[in-house]
């Protein structure tokens, strides 16, 4: 039997009951379906969230400093290491930070009266830091204004409060220069950070700023504890790397650095949960269609029995009655495969306009799923092609009068 003869008998079977044959690829095809639709809206989605990914958290790089090994030798980052980091090509900005380093945070008031009736002293964490932290941590200024080089170089007792700080301690205005006392040095607020923004460290939103000159000399606030940074899009990977060389070339494998996540290892997360969350239901889809096309095959077996015993005494051999049967189930999986793969397309990008997103589709999957539905149809129809090949001419002839 030549293959255009294989062809025509098992398209002729195929056309002979439209409707049965339409109802047995449904389960092909919605399986088919439901895995570019899965694939599609998972690849779609997760460049829509990469898409999506804050450029500022993107860029937000920090370098967690140690205290030195030799507690009488040099710290292992200066206030002074910051000017090299910033040469860096790809630095935007960048502040170095310290806590004061006390057990527990500090005693902080807004005035130096003490009211029995009323508690005035709060517990607040105080940071010393460069004169760039806004600029790094993406905060603004609500009142006042943020110190400055110039205060920074001059030693000034001045202070930045943030935001819940200055509530904690009843600040609301700057304009008449209030002090705050951290553990009784006084210090002149300047400034109060916005509720929004801080990014990169959350903290600030509760502490009490200081130039970090000043805190040195007034409060004993060592070398610093943390470097902020604020990369370039895309830079942030690079910058990771060099900037413990930067800030600490003796010491740099002692520092440790935390940088964002990667966008498109944020994209493939998506698409992987997505995934492996609804392919297990386009898989289900496509083993109960294999399942019908085994059944309506065999079915279809049973009522060509005098067919295929005819063919049989013409000369027709065993390899000849398998595969006719298992071409027509292939070609009842590839025809459920072609349309469920144009449904699929067609819903991922519906999907994509209705959500004014960017559809993203596979080219490999567009093609590959077609072919995924044919052999369905050829595993689904292996047992009965079989079935059909053992049967004797004599036998399948009596059965079939």
Known sequence: MRLIDLCDEALAGVASRPVRTALTMLGTLIGITTLVITLGAAATAGNQIAGRFDAVSATGVTVSVPSAPNPNGPPLVSWSGLADLLRLNGVHAAASVSEMDSSGSPSVRANELHDPTIVSDRALPVVAATAGLPAVVNGSVAQGRFFDDGHVKRHDRVAVLGATAAKL?????????PAVFVN???????????????????????????PYTAAADRLKIGAPTKVLIRTDLGAAPLIAKQAPIALSPDDHSQLQVLAPPDPATLRGGVEHDVNGLFVVLGLVSLVVGAIGIANVTLVTVLERVGEIGLRRALGARRRHIAAQFLVESGTVGLIGGVIGTSAGVVAVVVISVLNGWTPVLDLRLAAGAPVAGALVGLLAGLYPSLRAARMEPVDALRAGT
């Open 169 to 177: 301690l009843g600040i609301t205005r700057v304009d008449d220069q």
């Open 184 to 210: 009784g040095q006084a210090f002149t607020v300047i400034g109060i950070l916005g509720s929004a923004g801080l990014d990169l460290d959350h903290a600030l939103d509760a502490s009490v700023i200081l």
